[in-house]
């Protein structure tokens, strides 16, 4: 879940299209300055209608480099996906209530060396809401049905949040599709996050989301901009139900990178505890690291739910030794 771009600062110093290339950032030269901390606690309405400069700075500006989306039919749905730069695939999932947009930070760097696949997940930006019932299980089969579609062997695959478990159930489902996996902000377990988090989720409300930057996001580009209430509704009743993944991530062969802030939706406990169902942090390395687990857990400083996939300045050192492995 995400309640998505929910901050109350503007970045002092962010730029996606400056002569600094995204690889010399992950060097130690970016100028990324750190956002906001300490919302967690603000009414969510109020947090929601702060967001909105932020949101027209970063998220509409034009992007020359990207190219028109694309649609794949694929699981009895019409599934928009965009594609930017070479290389290896990597598919990114963004949030609850997303769009691929909420990578703006993320993909333009990552684009440099990689084949970025941005997808918007079902009902959610460009990807019309249908009929289907809305189940993590069904969205990890549009996934698979993607990568299908693509005529790729395999992908990595990254998600934040709602795209997290999305991600998560790709792996768990169609493990031959998936080459290794970066979860951001992501539990195994519903109880995994925070009782406020839980409270929240099950209490979403159309007018939570009037005048914010969520609801402006989805008039602009989606297909019936009308069936927003419905899909509202359909998250509330799907984060609603408990879920408890334990057993089958402990089965996952796929190697994965846990990344959580510390200031998180879910406690840091829960983030080691998912790296332990993976088989990490239960013996020393060794000395030549002949002990290490082909999972990775990091903790990012100062990172919230409603910051962490902007935070590049910490996210794309972590993610780099990872995905060129």
């Known amino acids: 879940m995400n309640y998505n771009m929910i901050l109350t600062d503007k970045p002092s110093d962010l730029s996606l299209t400056d002569n600094v290339s995204g690889w010399d950032k992950l060097a130690g030269k970016s100028h990324l300055s750190s956002f906001a901390a300490g919302n967690q606690n603000r009414p969510l309405t109020t947090l929601l209608a702060q967001c909105k400069v932020f949101k027209e700075e970063l998220f509409m500006t034009p992007n020359t480099n990207n190219p028109a989306g694309n649609y794949a039919s694929v699981n009895g749905i019409t599934l928009y996906y965009e594609i930017h730069g070479t290389g290896k695939p990597l598919i990114m999932l963004h949030g609850g209530f997303g769009t691929f947009e909420m990578f703006a930070a993320l993909s333009p760097t990552l684009a440099e060396k990689y084949q970025v696949i941005g997808v918007d997940l079902y009902g959610h930006g460009h990807t019309a809401l249908t009929d289907r019932p809305f189940r993590f299980e069904h969205m990890a089969d549009d996934i698979a049905g993607l990568i299908e579609h693509l005529g790729l062997e395999k992908t990595d695959l990254l998600g934040f949040s709602l795209g997290g478990a999305v991600a998560l159930q790709t792996a768990i489902r169609h493990p031959e599709r998936v080459n290794q996996l ?68 402990s089965a996952l062969k796929t190697p994965t990178l846990i990344i959580a802030g510390d200031a998180d939706g879910l406690p840091p406990s829960h983030a080691v505890a998912f790296f332990t169902l993976l088989g990490g942090g239960l013996k020393d390395a060794g000395w030549n690291g002949e002990h290490l687990v082909p999972s990775q857990l990091a903790i990012l400083p100062g990172a919230t739910h409603y910051n962490i996939t902007f935070r590049a300045d910490l996210l794309l050192p972590v993610l780099a030794p990872f995905l060129n492995k």
């Open 182 to 249: 970066v979860l951001i902000s992501t539990p195994f377990k519903r109880t995994g996050w925070h009782p406020e988090m839980q409270a929240g989720m099950a209490a979403f409300e159309p007018s939570f989301f009037m005048n914010t930057p969520i609801y402006d996001g989805y008039l602009h580009v989606a297909p019936k901009p009308e069936d927003f209430p419905r899909l509202v509704a359909n998250m509330r009743e799907a984060l609603s139900q408990d879920y408890d993944w334990s057993k089958q991530v």
